[in-house]
């Protein structure tokens, strides 16, 4: 979670550097910032850096609402960053001083177990006090509005929050109220730019750079954050980006974003360096996007025969693939995710990211 | 005898063909008599007679126009009275230039019947400031199921039927409603909107709605139950009035069915006019951006502009729908829809299309009075000799910023809070009384 220590040592620049109106861009400047710019200027330091790229040593953002907005040298740093912390991961002490003293709230208002044990994993291994606050629907059947709980969250008086939650822009309202540093773990459709960070850093390590990589993004493309933090992520860093779903489940005006769309899933796949299959999510079958699972299968499972056409070298399976659809009849439970034959498929290089 | 001389100002009355500088002596409610005006000269000096007594307002400068009439308004009384009243929502009418205003009947309960009509009618005369005509529902409950006792409504002043907030869906009571209020001459207001369509939807559906990973609202759920209204009223040749038009392709549609004479008229919004969808990334997702019909794209607000100048569309309304602060101030989803606008209506038209020149001074006058008044069948819209005192006096040149601190309504859900608009109502005359002034200065 390097992302949050690079947010920590950010407060001080960002005062000036808030290219959206809102009184929140003030609001971490005046925190207390020595210890954690100390700890950051040892990290870079010890960053092996073979690029000759401008580099940053802080975010211009005070909080981490999304990959749209974010500039290729911040998306870098983050990276970088995170280079350096993979290791603290492989010692038999796995714990950094970086985060000490600072309190983080992780607040899931929607269902999560990957990003919120990454999230707390990331917490702990950096020295952080994390709290996970959360409240579900009780507090909604209760009548608690967001505003309430943002205001009890406050009164901990949080250094961030972590915040996963169903509507979009859920996380800019916190910014607003909130003076902790916001951290987006996924907004409705919207965003899940720690998602896209970790995408790009498993795919800098297995290619070795973005730039000029063709990644397909296929499946549910409607109702994905993931997708749209890795459009964000991946334009920004130079990459082309192709989108397939059917036209069912394709938002409009997509291709405004920079990115190829298609239909046809052979289409995405030629010649893509990467292929992410994002998960068709259950709920989605009952708004009448797909007739059955079968057929979506059928029309866009990514099949050993598809991934040997492609001759991509490296498939990848969205993670939480165990999504979809329709019912576990048997013999068509592999509609539910990409046939495990077809990631081998994908040759050596195929792999997976959690 | 009470009586009030408004002086020196330049009178614009469309219906009587009149853009001078005239004084004005309101006489018992009603004008008594238009004279040239002779500048410099007090009331006493003046040559013809004034009453003992008579009031003076100085005008000088300011535009005098027949009183403005909002005939889109939620005044929320009976049942949601924390965020709107009679009393509070004519006062925000009377401070943004409204002299009439008409209210829409999806209170709680629903304004479905005699007893709702004449309890927001007799509200409106103990504690309205400006003129309430309430609109009556079309069907019972808002339901869209059995027509409403319209007849009951109409006799007791309801001046038009709408079920607004929810569009009249069922095609065959549609044409029942049309039919059935020939009887009482008014009109049927249809909120148009195809909610199988727009279900779940949030702001307009096009590039910024994907960009933000909103679910939206198609311009096509608007055009489809506009062209379906059309139909019908083609086949009962009754009075449809499509209400907040928001679409290039709805102004078409209209534009076409009044070329082939259907007797269909429409309004549309300010901030249809003045804002699109990109509003809400720009405002990081704020509620007080959404409404229902959302912000539309670039393309269907020039649309817009361009129907108030060719003359498709009819009136401005404000679709002032006041919510309370905790109610908007939640996720962008979850928050209701609308914003008010009775206070922002005149200075925001006066801003941004007459003194930019879009529309005349005239034009103007017809969109916020002569046709509505027209609409409805009020017998407002013009100040002629005899006709109902209702003025709006406006400062073309008076420069401020909007701050929802200071709005009468009861509530602040306004996108635009720190907007500097030029050209704003000052004083506003209902039946001769002067029921809201800017400067204090300015009777004596």
């Known amino acids: 979670m390097l992302v949050d220590t690079k947010l920590q040592t950010s407060g001080r620049k960002t005062a000036t550097a808030g290219a959206r109106p809102s009184a929140r861009r003030s609001t971490a400047a005046r925190r207390p910032e020595g210890a954690a710019d100390a700890q950051s200027a040892r990290v870079e330091a010890a960053t092996p850096e073979p690029k000759t790229e401008k580099r940053l040593i802080a975010l211009k953002q005070n909080h981490l609402l999304g990959m749209q907005g974010l500039v290729a040298e911040e998306i870098t740093l983050i990276l970088d960053t995170a280079r350096s912390f993979a290791e603290v991961s492989t010692r038999s002490i796995k714990k950094v001083p970086t985060l000490r003293g600072r309190t983080i709230v992780n607040f899931f208002m929607e269902p999560s177990t990957r990003t919120r044990s990454s999230f707390e994993i990331a917490e702990k291994r950096l020295s952080a006090d994390a709290l996970n606050f959360s409240p579900g629907a009780s507090s909604v059947v209760k009548g608690e509005s967001l505003l309430d709980t943002a205001r009890n969250l406050e009164a901990m008086a949080p250094d961030m929050i972590v915040i996963r939650h169903k509507s979009s822009g859920a996380p800019h309202f916190l910014a607003r109220h909130c003076r902790a540093h916001i951290i987006n773990a996924g907004d409705g459709w919207h965003e899940h730019p720690t998602q896209a960070l970790l995408d790009a850093f498993t795919i800098r390590e297995k290619k070795g750079k973005l730039k000029g990589l063709r990644v397909a993004i296929i499946g549910d493309l409607m109702h994905s954050r993931v997708l749209r933090s890795n459009i964000f992520l991946l334009k920004t860093m130079g990459a082309d980006v192709v989108a397939c779903a059917p036209p069912t489940l394709t938002p409009v005006e997509l291709s405004r974003l920079g990115v190829q769309v298609t239909w046809r899933i052979d289409e995405a796949l030629e010649g893509a360096d990467v292929v992410m299959m994002l998960r068709i999510q259950r709920e989605r079958q009952k708004s009448g996007a797909f007739p059955s699972a079968r057929e979506y299968y059928n029309l866009y499972g990514l099949t050993v025969e598809r991934a040997r056409r492609a001759r991509t070298d490296a498939d990848r399976q969205r993670r939480g693939g165990w999504a979809v659809l329709g019912h576990s009849r048997s013999g068509h439970q592999r509609g539910r995710r990409p046939d495990g034959r077809a990631l081998s498929a994908g040759g050596r290089n195929a792999w997976r990211a959690c | ?444």
């Not at chain 2, 009509?117 to 005509?133: C, D, H």
């Open chain 2, 1 to 444: 005898m009470a009586s009030l001389l408004i002086k020196g100002g330049r009178v614009i009355d469309p219906a009587t063909g009149t853009d001078a500088l005239l004084d004005l002596l309101v006489v018992d409610g009603r004008i008594a008599e238009r004279r040239p005006a002779r500048p410099g000269k007090g009331a006493s000096g003046e040559r013809g007679v004034v009453p003992a007594g008579t009031k003076v307002l100085e005008a000088a400068g300011h535009w005098v126009c027949p009183g403005f009439v909002d005939m889109h308004v939620h005044l929320r009384e009976p049942g949601q009275e924390h965020k709107e009243s009679v009393e509070t929502g004519t006062r925000a009418a009377a401070a943004g230039g409204f002299t009439s205003i008409a209210c829409m009947p999806n209170t709680e309960p629903w304004n479905d019947g005699l007893s709702v009509t004449e309890y927001i009618v007799a509200e409106a005369r103990r504690k309205g400031a400006v003129n309430v005509f309430p609109i009556g529902c079309v069907s019972k409950g808002g339901r869209g199921e059995e027509l409403a006792e319209i007849g009951d409504m109409a006799r007791s002043g309801a001046v038009a039927v709408s079920d607004d907030g929810q569009p009249v869906a069922n095609t065959y009571l549609l044409r029942m409603a049309m039919e059935y209020t020939k009887i009482f001459g008014i009109p049927l207001i249809d909120h148009c909107e195809d909610r199988d369509l727009s279900a779940g939807g949030a702001m307009h559906e096009g590039y910024v709605s994907t960009m933000l990973g909103l679910q939206g609202i198609p311009a096509a759920a608007e055009e489809v139950a506009v062209a379906a209204d059309l139909a019908v009223a083609q086949l009962t040749q009754g009075r449809l009035h499509v209400a907040h038009l928001s679409t290039r392709g709805s102004l078409e549609k209209v534009r076409q069915a009044k070329r082939e004479g259907l007797r269909v008229t429409c309004e549309v919004t300010p901030h249809h006019l003045v804002l699109t969808d990109q509003a809400v990334a720009d405002s990081d997702f704020d509620p007080n951006t959404k409404m229902n019909p959302p912000l539309r794209g670039e393309q269907d607000r020039q649309a817009l502009i361009e129907g108030l100048r060719d003359g498709t569309i009819d009136a401005v309304a404000s679709d002032h729908a006041p919510h309370h602060t905790d109610e908007k101030l939640q996720e962008f989803d979850e928050a209701p829809f609308g914003i008010i606008g009775l206070e922002t209506s005149v200075p925001l038209i006066m801003d941004r299309f007459v003194r930019q020149g879009v529309i005349t001074p005239a034009r103007f006058v017809e969109l916020m009075s002569v046709n509505p008044a027209r609409i409805l069948g009020l017998r407002k819209g013009t100040l002629a000799v005899g006709a109902d005192a209702d003025v709006t006096i406006i400062d073309p040149e008076l420069e401020r910023k909007v701050d929802v601190a200071q709005f009468r309504s009861k509530s602040r859900n306004s996108p635009f809070h720190g907007w500097t608009l030029r050209g704003w109502p000052v004083a506003t005359v209902v039946a001769g009384q002067l029921v809201h002034e800017q400067r204090a200065a300015a009777t004596r």
